[in-house]
T-cell receptor, first 112, second 114 residues
């Protein structure tokens, strides 16, 4: 089954404790992306990757890191999480940015 | 820079009414792509439609239809004879050929009452 998986689905952590949210796709997509969803703000792109080892900042990259060492995986790293990073996070993949995104189920992160 | 505006925050209708969701975009690129996604209460994001800037044909899919007008930079979405299952948040999105970013609007929450 074609899908994008994210783990964990829910995470409660404390300020400053490094965490990683994993994202994996099995559709051989070149383009992968991370978004955060906050009430009234819609989905905002954090980082995107056009292919392996090629990543770039979206609209809200501060406080986040990504890497794309393999085509299928695109982890999101929060080196020192802060409460303003409490949000719902979505990973997505597609052939390119010109095509529809396939979204993961979301990760709800709470930073206290 | 690219920008997507969905001016309607919330729309509430009674079942069987038609509802139109507005989407206005800004871009300097001549080649770009527009999308609509649906997010039902269960939370997943579901792709509905894609349009490229060279295809201004309106699209109809069942009770859903889309009106793309480059002259007004709008890509509006209409649900005909709405049903309770149409209750969701709907997002419009834009991507440009020369910029790999993807910009989403803030979303419109549609509530269909029985």
């Amino acid at each position: 089954e074609a899908q994008v998986t994210q783990n964990p689905r829910y995470l409660i952590t404390v300020t400053g404790k490094k965490l990683t949210v994993t994202c994996s796709q099995n559709m051989n997509h070149e383009y992968m992306s991370w978004y955060r969803q906050d009430p009234g703000l819609g989905l905002r792109q954090i980082y995107y990757s056009m292919n392996v080892e090629v990543t770039d900042k979206g609209d809200v990259p501060e406080g986040y890191k990504v890497s794309r060492k393999e085509k299928r995986n695109f982890p999101l790293i929060l080196e020192s999480p802060s409460p303003n990073q409490t949000s719902l996070y979505f990973c997505a993949s597609s052939f390119t940015n010109a095509y529809e995104q396939y979204f993961g189920p979301g990760t709800r992160l709470t930073v206290t | 820079a690219q920008k997507v505006t969905q001016a309607q925050t919330e729309i509430s209708v009674v079942e069987k009414e038609d509802v139109t969701l507005d989407c206005v975009y800004e871009t300097r690129d001549t080649t770009y792509y527009l999308f609509w996604y649906k997010q039902p209460p269960s939370g997943e994001l579901v792709f509905l439609i894609r349009r490229n800037s060279f295809d201004e044909q309106n699209e109809i899919s069942g009770r859903y239809s889309w009106n793309f007008q480059k002259s007004t930079s709008s890509f509006n979405f209409t649900i005909t004879a709405s049903q309770v299952v149409d209750s969701a948040v709907y997002f419009c999105a834009l991507s440009e050929q020369n910029d790999y970013k993807l910009s989403f609007g803030a979303g419109t929450t549609v509530t269909v009452r029985a």
